[in-house]
């Protein structure tokens, strides 16, 4: 239907909802929350967080310590320390490496401080919403936003400009049914990751003149000019 109507002009509105976890704003959350426990510092998790675009650090300063990383088999605690690593190629660019390397321990070392406090779901929920609260975090989900409306993506802007407050609904519930109960940053991980797989975000239509697509279980219209039943057969569903 949607390469059909997109080859004839037809506007259209697929009602359905759309997960969100999938989101670069959850991924990074969610990848931090997992270096921050216990100080795994495994591969993926580092490097998703970087490269959801939340950092200071550019896409060229990520692939060098990725590259750096990947040679020398960097693990754990070892990112927030000097790189001493380097053969013959890589001394001279280990000082940049290090100062790369630095940036991001430089955003990890006071989360780390302030998480080993934590042992409650409500507390672990209040440090997450702080993170949300950065005025960086704001600005990359508007640029975010800026770049959708620019590129005619409506459904990806429409979940950028809910993300924050789904996030935070999230983080609300936990507050309110869990509060005071003793948790790990991984028990705390898997409740928040687990609420957030199971939430989506739906979007309005973008044109009020449009062909509708959606499902009776969901789809709620106003007036109609006539309605389509695919799968309909001489009044049988």
Do not use: W
Not at 41 to 56: A, I, M, Q, R, S
């Amino acid at each position: 239907i949607q390469k059909t109507f997109d080859e004839y002009d037809i506007h259209y509105f697929i009602d359905e909802r759309y997960d969100i976890s999938h989101n670069s704003l959850v991924r990074m959350l969610l990848s931090l929350l997992s270096i921050l426990n216990s100080d795994s510092f495994y591969y993926h998790d580092v490097f998703e967080f970087l490269k959801t675009g939340y950092t200071p650090l550019t896409d060229e300063e990520i692939n060098r310590l990725e590259n750096y990383a990947l040679k020398y088999g960097i693990k754990r605690t070892e990112y927030l320390y000097e790189f001493k690593k380097a053969d013959k190629k890589d001394e001279p660019v280990l000082a940049e490496i290090n100062l790369i390397r630095e940036k991001f321990a430089g955003i990890i070392r006071p989360l780390r401080q302030e998480i080993k406090s934590l042992k409650t779901y409500d507390a672990f929920a209040e440090f997450t919403e702080q993170i949300l609260s950065d005025a960086e975090i704001q600005r990359k989900v508007d640029e975010d936003i800026k770049y959708c409306e620019t590129n005619s993506l409506p459904v990806e802007k429409s979940i950028e400009e809910q993300i924050v407050d789904k996030i935070k609904e999230n983080l609300g519930f936990i507050k309110y049914f869990l509060k005071d109960q003793r948790a790990s940053v991984e028990e705390f991980y898997e409740v928040f990751s687990q609420s957030l797989a199971n939430d989506n975000a739906g979007i309005l239509p973008v044109y009020s003149d449009c062909v509708m697509i959606g499902d009776f279980a969901r789809s709620r219209t106003g007036k109609i000019n006539a309605a389509i039943i695919l799968g309909a057969v001489e009044g049988n569903m």
